[in-house]
Nanobody, 123 residues
């Protein structure tokens, strides 16, 4: 079993930065696939970024490339999403997810999900 708890969401203005953090606990996290997804109002959940915990290999959605960075903090067992140059269209509930390799953008590849943290970007 894996437990995921997100934090760091909030209300910011366009152009601001925000860092989301996902506290990870449970078994075998060192071999896990970790990801961040988001669901905007009225839209389907979509992949944002993913990372293979063991190797640090990452993948990003086109909307996140160049602005967002996913990383893992081994000593603290967290997976972070640094978001820069935020836009109103980044407004969504952001979810942390855990699964098994290989690196994937499909939500079906992730077995465990956090409760989500709200990000609102005002224009």
């Amino acid at each position: 079993q894996v437990q995921l708890v997100e934090s760091g969401g909030g209300l910011v203005q366009a152009g601001d930065s925000l860092k989301l953090s996902c506290a990870v606990s449970g078994r075998a996290i060192s071999s896990a696939l970790m990801g961040w997804f988001r669901r905007a109002p009225g839209k389907e959940r979509e992949f944002v970024a993913g990372i293979l915990w063991a190797f640090g290999i990452t993948s990003y959605a086109d909307s996140a490339k160049g602005r967002f960075t996913i990383s893992r903090d081994n000593p603290n067992n967290t997976v972070d999403l640094q978001m820069n140059s935020l836009k109103p269209e980044d407004t969504a509930v952001y979810y942390c997810a855990a699964g098994r390799p290989p690196l994937s953008r499909r939500s079906a590849a992730y077995d465990y999900w956090g409760q989500g943290t709200q990000v609102i970007v005002s224009s």
